[in-house]
């Protein structure tokens, strides 16, 4: 007999209808005999719905607060999907993150579990009921309460699996498995069977929202089992995150397709080009609690002067262009020109590390799509470019056709 931690999204408790159909799954498992720990989601759409409440009030609400509304979601599945096992004959009970003793950091809307008290939990298991927790939330030391940044629950689910030393944990969502890409934007995607947690942190980190990047980085922390499944159709066996693939020599080139539309570029034009203008543009960034993600810094000819470009979430970029003002003004420089229109698409595979020219394919690929390349970052697995957005889509299923990613004609 196993343990089970089965973490159920938005889509898959939208509607009491799919709660319903969750419920059946869950009692499906304890029936074969298993202990079932479930985390769930907000239904979907509510977690964005309380956020434009908060906005009608407030862009930059109060992060203490913006916890407080949001955890909301929550808390309704849990008691809705709870309900519906005990009516099926199935004894289950619902706690919210702060009940379990989830422990989280204060960075709110952001915040990082630090512990979880599991004992309430196993006692539950021990006394043969469900425990259906609500994910995505938890309290710092002083009880406020926080959440764990958007697709947080996945992070919950992988967190308890840890905690109660799971057997598996396993991510049930609209999709049966990790594909090579998003398969929404590219119907010849392929699912994976297994995918290794670096690869997976990669494709996480670079946009694909199937798994949030935290819930990876604890998988591979604590060497928790995670696999990706359908919570619609019963088949199939999903997507293992692995630590390792185990045979290398078969490590394809290029694994999966990640991209995101949302980015923003700023450049800083005409920056004098001495030491510490980097610095000087990105500190009160930073300050200011914006995360930068690609950086780009061109001399002029003359060599006196410095066009500095980044990116950053388009979230932040009013915020960043604001900033920029005063550094600018500060620097002497030239002026601020910015594009809110962009995209980042990024190939992602361990087998990069062993293979020279994929960028000048992938640079190759795009250029014959007539798509003009406008910033570009590399590491050892990963190449990103940064496009303008409306060819997102064109530049992932080019890419993902000619580095061999397309699944077979059915
Ligand atoms: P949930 O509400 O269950 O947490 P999400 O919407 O957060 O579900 O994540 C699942 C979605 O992730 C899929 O519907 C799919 O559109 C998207 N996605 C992006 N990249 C991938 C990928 N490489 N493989 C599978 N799904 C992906
Ligand atoms: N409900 C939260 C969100 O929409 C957390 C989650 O779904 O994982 O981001
Ligand atoms: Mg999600």
């Given at each position: 007999?196993?343990?089970?931690?089965?973490?159920?999204?938005?889509?898959?408790v939208g509607s009491i209808e799919r709660i319903k159909a969750v419920a059946?799954?869950?009692?499906?498992?304890?029936?074969?005999?298993?202990?079932?720990?479930?985390?769930?989601?907000?239904m979907?759409?509510?977690?964005?719905?309380?956020?434009?409440?908060?906005?009608?009030?407030?862009?930059?609400?109060?992060?203490?607060?913006?916890?407080?509304?949001?955890?909301?979601?929550?808390?309704?599945t849990?008691?809705l999907l709870?309900?519906t096992?005990?009516?099926?004959?199935?004894?289950?009970?619902?706690?919210?993150?702060?009940?379990?003793?989830?422990?989280?950091?204060?960075?709110?809307?952001?915040?990082?579990?630090?512990?979880?008290?599991?004992?309430?939990?196993?006692?539950?298991?021990?006394?043969?009921?469900?425990?259906?927790?609500?994910?995505?939330?938890?309290?710092?030391?002083?009880?406020?309460?926080?959440?764990?940044?958007?697709?947080?629950?996945?992070?919950?689910?992988?967190?308890?699996?840890?905690?109660?030393?799971?057997?598996?944990?396993?991510?049930?969502?609209?999709?049966?498995?990790?594909?090579?890409?998003?398969?929404?934007?590219?119907?010849?995607?392929?699912?994976?069977?297994?995918?290794?947690?670096?690869?997976?942190?990669?494709?996480?980190?670079?946009?694909?929202?199937?798994?949030?990047?935290?819930?990876?980085?604890?998988?591979?922390?604590?060497?928790?089992?995670?696999?990706?499944?359908?919570?619609?159709?019963?088949?199939?066996?999903?997507?293992?995150?692995?630590?390792?693939?185990?045979?290398?020599?078969?490590?394809?080139?290029?694994?999966?397709?990640?991209?995101?539309?949302?980015?923003?570029?700023?450049?800083?034009?005409?920056?004098?080009?001495?030491?510490?203008?980097?610095?000087?543009?990105?500190?009160?960034?930073?300050?200011?609690?914006?995360?930068?993600?690609?950086?780009?810094?061109?001399?002029?000819?003359?060599?006196?002067?410095?066009?500095?470009?980044?990116?950053?979430?388009?979230?932040?970029?009013?915020?960043?262009?604001?900033?920029?003002?005063?550094?600018?003004?500060?620097?002497?420089?030239?002026?601020?020109?910015?594009?809110?229109?962009?995209?980042?698409?990024?190939?992602?595979?361990?087998?990069?590390?062993?293979?020279?020219?994929?960028?000048?394919?992938?640079?190759?690929?795009?250029?014959?799509?007539?798509?003009?390349?406008?910033?570009?970052?590399?590491?050892?697995?990963?190449?990103?470019?940064?496009?303008?957005?409306?060819?997102?889509?064109?530049?992932?299923?080019?890419?993902?056709?000619?580095?061999?990613?397309?699944?077979?004609?059915?």
């Open positions: 007999m196993a343990l089970y931690v089965q973490k159920f999204g938005g889509t898959s059946e799954k869950v009692k499906g498992y304890r029936a074969e005999g298993h202990d079932v720990v479930v985390v769930v989601s907000a979907s759409g509510e977690t964005n719905r309380l956020i434009a409440l908060a906005h009608e009030i407030n862009e930059d609400p109060t992060p203490r607060e913006m916890d407080m509304l949001v955890s909301t979601g929550e808390q309704v849990i008691a709870s309900m096992l005990n009516t099926i004959g199935c004894p289950a009970v619902s706690y919210t993150g702060p009940q379990v003793s989830i422990t989280t950091d204060s960075s709110h809307t952001k915040a990082r579990i630090k512990q979880i008290d599991d004992q309430k939990i196993r006692n539950d298991l021990k006394e043969g009921r469900v425990v259906v927790v609500a994910g995505f939330q938890g309290a710092d030391e002083n009880g406020n309460i926080t959440t764990l940044g958007r697709g947080g629950s996945d992070t919950t689910g992988v967190a308890l699996a840890a905690a109660l030393k799971a057997d598996e944990c396993q991510i049930f969502t609209d999709v049966d498995g990790v594909y090579t890409t998003d398969p929404r934007v590219c119907s010849k995607a392929k699912r994976l069977e297994t995918i290794t947690v670096e690869e997976m942190l990669e494709l996480a980190s670079l946009g694909s929202k199937v798994l949030q990047i935290r819930s990876v980085e604890f998988a591979g922390k604590y060497n928790v089992p995670l696999r990706v499944l359908s919570s619609f159709d019963d088949q199939g066996p999903g997507t293992l995150i692995v630590a390792e693939e185990t045979n290398e020599m078969e490590d394809p080139l290029i694994s999966g397709i990640a991209f995101t539309a949302n980015e923003a570029k700023l450049t800083v034009l005409n920056a004098p080009d001495v030491p510490g203008v980097a610095s000087k543009i990105l500190g009160p960034i930073g300050a200011a609690n914006i995360e930068v993600d690609m950086i780009v810094q061109n001399v002029a000819p003359d060599g006196k002067t410095t066009d500095f470009t980044f990116t950053v979430s388009r979230g932040d970029y009013k915020k960043a262009q604001a900033v920029l003002e005063g550094v600018v003004a500060e620097l002497g420089a030239g002026e601020i020109s910015g594009d809110n229109a962009i995209a980042k698409v990024s190939l992602v595979g361990v087998g990069m590390r062993s293979h020279a020219g994929v960028a000048s394919k992938m640079f190759q690929v795009l250029s014959d799509e007539g798509i003009n390349i406008r910033m570009v970052s590399t590491s050892e697995i990963k190449i990103s470019v940064v496009i303008d957005e409306k060819f997102m889509e064109l530049a992932v299923r080019a890419l993902h056709t000619a580095f061999g990613l397309d699944k077979e004609e059915e």
